[in-house]
């Protein structure tokens, strides 16, 4: 029996896993793909965001202002690059203008330092700025993380501090009496309480609890282009146009590692999984992003992607209680932003006062930091004591074969290419993994201790090699 | 710091050339680096034959030539490192290496550039769609399959029409996977003419001309494709739009020389070959710094890479002697051509062999050349198709007579 059940190890799950991992309590996370962090939360903008923007008495505005706060600690202590570029809101013309000076009045109200910019000021900071901006609004506290690096390094602790995180293990039924019985394809697993963290399956798990559960989300995709990192400095904040009813627009943002996104847009779709990439829409961030900065050649494009918004039918976050039943649903933007904010809300006020749990002071895990951000000596040290950390393993992101193999036994393990990518890199480069996948399946092979063809790409079913004895043996 | 005269970062066809060559000429101070745990390159995944015609007048496989290649680089003993990955080189020609042994920089005199080139992949050609699984560069899937053992699909198509691409249909084919066609956006094939009958034809595998790949589509892995043609303009016709099943789609759509590092010596790039600027001692803007092979611009011969790295070879051994180049005059490319190569003229040289593409077929055209405002040669050329390199050796007697700069022009009478 486990004093509580998280579903899903998204960012909401992770924060939630490794605030409870600080307490007495004892946890399992239960996540249906292979790989944790591989929905919703690997695909979005990364923005933790000031705050500015959700509507008076939300429980957006409430959790995001605290959870942008609550990020500073956070990074600091679990050592996660936290990126405070700040951010611009681009005004076109007068009208424009006016919306922005609202938006500062409302920013101003909740404390979040703004600044209006002119031409020249704006100019000066951003010189690949579109032609059309005449004036822009700046937030200079607004931060970009990697989202899985977070939910990597919460998750490591979390299970380091005795969370046990059961992967491919989707939860296919709930059955309440004196405790709840979650079942999934492998197992049943007791719990007195059971916190509902599954994204984009956030409505449908709900029900496997209650038939008669009302809800249902919408589910908004967004696109995404992706530059090489050899462009990193063509922007220095992240940029966006005016927030509309249809979110936050189209922007350019650099990734902590230098990548620069363009996107996203925002299109009901029908099924949430559709993470697929359109022409039209390409096209549209393509058009769109022209508003906010003078555009790249197509030709700089490493990658597109697309991230499904699981949002809520009120706009606003649902976290609430069904009597020990914990619905945290609707996470959609600014859900990243927001997330130690709500695993803080969800702990004070549901958690806590059924178990009033002890807090345990725990030491922190730290993970390794990537060899191509330290100097050739520190490196040279590394080697000499290991010289797999002299052999690269991925030229286009400098990763070396030992930080891959730190990699797949980290407290979380690692266990498909995929999940080494956003753990260490190789494969997000300009190559896009032609150099180094094979060997980074060739190690997962060895240090799991399976064959290559047992090997996941990605989720579970996503084995990709055929040995070609198998192909002259049927014949 | 460690010293050394001529650094050669890659050990495949291009660069062992130049390391054999330069010690045949007795340059004894040489350390080639090689990221990889063998040399060869990537002639080493390419186990069909084809290789060597021009250099060797033999058809050899791609490990074969290679292997003549080490051989001779054994025997001249010179010094190497395997597992050796080239970080970072400056303006200064300070060279940063991480292998097994350690992280540290050396100082080189001479840096010869021949690290080959990387595939154009999914996100540079935007295929919209899933992003499943079940899409690799053609080069990966040859890996998988020639170096490593394993197939990566059942059913295939190819995207592209370059020699990888035609190569592995034929291999695929052999291993008993299913090759389903393959697609080529242009009204025309980009690869060899032998290619296209002695790897689809044969086999029976369609060639879509005028045909492109709009959409991917799987939850997983790749489940179909939707296969469209295109107009005079590349657009897709979406009335042509049809779904064909397959799990696999492979990318033949272009290499892409790797000069991330040159970037970061601050080697000036072409950005029409996407390698490197340099003069005809195929020496880059930076003194001492020179490139050869598919670093400078892709090669369709891999004895025409040689070549390269052997003239490299002759021009390090100037530099080395004192000879400064100092007046470089402009190699510009006229007309239907896709790009030229020297992109100078530098008033030393003594010879000068010109590369050159076409930008699409010609059955027939006139190279012209000619400086400042005076034709030089003007010749007829028949049968020019973008997949084939040309060169051309200027005659010695032209030399002298370059001036201002030099155009390159290909035209129609
Ligand atoms: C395009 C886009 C841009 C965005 N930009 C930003 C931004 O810049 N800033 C910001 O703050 N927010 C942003 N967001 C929002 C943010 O990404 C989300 O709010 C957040 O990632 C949601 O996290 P989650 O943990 O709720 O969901 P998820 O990350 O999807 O996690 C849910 C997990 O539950 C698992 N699961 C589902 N069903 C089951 C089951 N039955 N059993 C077991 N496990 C299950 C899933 O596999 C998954 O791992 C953006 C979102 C999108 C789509």
């Known amino acids: 029996m486990f004093d509580i059940i998280i579903i899903g190890a998204g960012i909401i799950g992770t924060q939630m896993a490794y605030t409870l991992s600080l307490t007495s309590l004892s946890v399992l996370v239960l996540e249906k793909n292979a790989e944790i962090l591989n929905e919703v939360s690997s695909s979005n903008s990364g ?90 609004l700046l937030f200079p506290t607004t931060a970009a993380i990697l989202p899985w690096q977070m939910g990597y390094a919460l998750i490591d602790n979390a299970c380091q501090n005795g969370v046990q995180l059961h992967t491919s293990e989707p939860v296919l039924k709930v059955e309440r009496g004196s405790c709840f019985t979650v079942t999934t394809q492998k197992q049943s697993y007791q719990a007195k309480m059971v916190i509902n963290c599954s994204g984009l399956n956030g409505d449908k798990v709900a029900r496997l609890e209650d038939p008669d559960y ?105 976290i609430e209680d069904h009597n020990h039943w914990i619905n945290v649903i609707g996470i959609d933007s600014p859900g990243l932003a927001s997330s130690p904010a709500i695993a803080e809300y969800v702990y004070e006020t549901f958690v806590k006062p059924v178990f009033n749990p002890i807090m345990i002071d725990r030491e922190v895990y730290i993970h390794p930091k990537p060899l191509s951000e330290m100097s050739i000596d520190h490196r040279n040290q590394l080697v000499k004591k290991n010289p797999s950390y002299g052999q690269i393993v991925c030229l286009c992101e400098d990763v070396s074969l030992q930080e891959v193999i730190d990699a797949i036994h980290s407290p979380a393990q690692t ?61 | 710091m460690k010293k050394n005269k001529i650094v050669i970062i890659g050990g495949g066809s291009a660069g062992l050339a130049c390391a054999n060559a330069l010690r045949q000429k007795g340059i004894q101070d040489i350390l080639l680096i090689e990221k990889e745990d063998e040399l060869g390159g990537i002639l080493n995944q390419c ?56 992280c540290y920089q050396i100082q080189a005199e001479v840096i010869v550039l021949a690290m080959g080139a990387r595939e154009r992949t999914r996100g540079n050609i935007q295929i919209p769609g899933d992003r499943c699984v079940g899409v690799w560069t053609a080069g990966v899937a040859q890996k998988y399959l020639n170096i490593e053992g394993y197939l990566v699909g059942k059913r295939i198509f190819i995207l592209g ?115 490197p600027l340099v003069d005809s001692q195929l020496m880059t803007n930076i003194p001492g710094v020179f490139a050869c092979g598919n670093v400078l611009h892709i090669h369709d011969l891999v004895d025409h890479v040689s070549m390269e790295g052997m003239l490299v070879a002759d021009s390090v051994v100037s530099y080395l002697n004192d000879q400064h180049f100092v007046q470089r005059i402009p190699v510009e490319a006229k007309g239907e051509l896709n790009y030229v190569l020297p992109q100078y003229f530098d008033t030393n040289s003594e010879s000068l062999l010109i590369k050159y593409r076409v930008t699409r077929p010609k059955s027939k055209a006139f190279l012209k050349i000619s400086s400042n405002g005076k034709t030089l040669v003007k010749l007829p050329k028949v049968d020019l198709h973008p997949s084939e390199m040309q060169t051309f050796q200027l005659p010695k007697v032209f030399l002298d007579k370059i001036n201002y700069n030099l155009v390159v022009e290909l035209c129609d009478e």
């Open chain 1, 214 to 318: 009302p809800i249902h989300l919408l589910y908004k995709r967004g696109e995404y282009q992706v530059t090489d990192k050899s462009d990193a400095s063509y922007i220095n904040h992240i940029l966006f146009p005016l927030p509309t009813d249809h979110g936050k627009g189209v922007l350019a943002v650099k990734t902590v590692e230098g990548n620069l996104l363009f996107g996203p847009n925002n299109h009901l779709v029908d099924d949430p999984y559709d993470g697929s990439c359109t022409i039209e829409g390409l096209n549209e961030i393509d058009a769109k992003i022209g508003e906010v900065i003078k555009p790249l050649p197509k030709s700089r494009m490493i990658r597109q992607f697309a991230g499904v918004r699981p949002s809520s039918p009120t706009n606003d976050f649902i």
């Open chain 1, 415 to 475: 266990k498909s290419v995929k999940g080494i990518k956003r753990r260490t890199r190789p494969g997000s480069g300009r190559c896009q993994g032609g150099f180094c996948e094979a060997k980074i399946v060739e190690l997962l092979s060895k240090e799991l201790n399976i064959p290559r063809q047992e090997v996941l790409y990605d989720n579970d079913q996503t084995q990709f090699l055929i040995p070609m004895e198998d192909l002259y043996e049927k014949k």
């Open chain 2, 47 to 102: 186990i069909h034959n084809g290789f060597g015609l021009h250099l060797y007048k033999q058809e050899l496989t791609g490990p074969m030539y290679a292997q003549r290649n080490i051989d001779l680089f054994m025997q001249l003993e010179i010094p190497y490192i395997l597992n050796a990955t080239v970080l970072n080189i400056t303006e200064d020609k300070i060279i940063t290496i991480s292998e097994p042994e350690g």
């Open chain 2, 161 to 275: 029409s370059g020699d990888i691409g035609l190569i592995m249909a034929r291999r695929l084919t052999l291993a008993r996977a299913k090759v389903v066609g393959v697609a080529e956006i242009m009204p025309y094939s980009n690869g060899l003419t032998r290619n296209i009958v002695q790897c689809l034809h044969d086999y029976d595998i369609p060639l879509y001309l005028s045909t492109t790949i709009t959409k991917i589509t799987g939850h997983n892995r790749v489940e179909s494709i939707t296969l469209c043609q295109v107009d005079d303009q590349r657009r897709p016709m979406l009335e042509t739009a049809r779904e064909v099943e397959v799990d696999t789609v492979l990318l033949s759509v272009g290499l892409i020389p790797d000069n991330v590092l040159s970037e970061k010596a601050s080697v000036e790039i072409d950005h029409r070959t996407k390698g």
């Open chain 1, 47 to 136: 923005i933790i965001h000031t705050g500015y923007d959700p509507d008076e008495h939300t429980l957006k505005a409430k959790l995001n202002v605290r959870g942008a706060y609550l990020y500073r600690e956070l990074c600091a202590k679990l050592e996660v690059p936290l990126m405070e570029c700040g951010s611009m809101i681009v005004a076109h013309n007068e009208k424009e203008i006016q919306k922005l000076l609202a938006l500062k009045v409302k920013a101003d109200r909740r404390s979040i330092p703004c600044k209006m910019l002119n031409q020249n000021e704006l100019r000066l900071e951003e010189p690949h700025i579109a032609d059309s901006v005449i004036q822009a």
